[in-house]
């Protein structure tokens, strides 16, 4: 139990720490959000609890491939919300845009007989 206190913790506070950097300085924030830190610590967490590393490359893999139907969401929101449109409603059409990509991504991955 204590293990996945100090995982919880650790985890938790790289995001504060993105949110109260990027209050100050922006692109700094940014910078640090675009380091695959959660990543790498998952990876690290699961090597720790002696995961087999067929899925730690599994987990790393599976990672890059989603990471890239993400990245549209970061140019659509500020594109929308510099056009007037609210935070939520920029938001939520990013969340739903990424959503249309991960499906499309995993259907043509599919056909190259990669499973994600």
Known sequence: MIW?????ALTAAI??????VAKKLPLL???IASLPLISVIGMIWMYGEKTDTEKIA???????????????????MPWMMRKGISFPL???????LTG?????TT????KFGMSL
């Open 29 to 31: 924030g940014s910078l």
């Open 58 to 76: 599994s987990h790393s893999e599976g990672t890059f491939w989603y990471v890239l139907p993400s990245l549209p969401m970061f140019l659509v």
């Open 90 to 96: 920029s938001m939520s059409a990013g969340i739903v």
């Open 4 to 8: 996945y206190l100090i995982k919880l």
């Open 100 to 104: 249309i990509l991960y499906f499309l």
């Open 15 to 20: 995001i504060v720490l993105i949110s109260e």
């Open 107 to 110: 259907k043509i991955l599919a």
